[in-house]
């Protein structure tokens, strides 16, 4: 005596749930690529200024060597 199949399918069942789920949206690479961009140009920002400014103590080392 055969057993009747009382449950559904499981192929169809998981394509109706996948079916019913939301779909998944990608995610955005764009505020990555942002933050990092935005971290970069302040480094090179912070290191050009870095270049560009006289040493502070250059007056205040030369005075007390005598070399004026």
């Known amino acids: 005596m055969a057993k009747p199949d009382s449950s559904p399918d499981s192929d169809p069942l ?3 749930r996948a079916l019913l789920d939301p779909p998944k ?3 955005r690479m764009w505020p990555v690529v942002g933050a990092a961009g935005l971290l970069a140009l302040s ?3 912070f290191a050009g200024a870095m270049i560009a400014a006289p ?3 250059s007056e205040h080392v030369a005075v007390q ?3 004026k």
Do not use: D, F, I, M
């Open 14 to 16: 998981a394509r109706a």
């Open 25 to 27: 949206r990608p995610e």
């Open 43 to 45: 480094t090179l920002v």
């Open 55 to 57: 040493p502070l103590t």
């Open 65 to 67: 060597r005598g070399v």
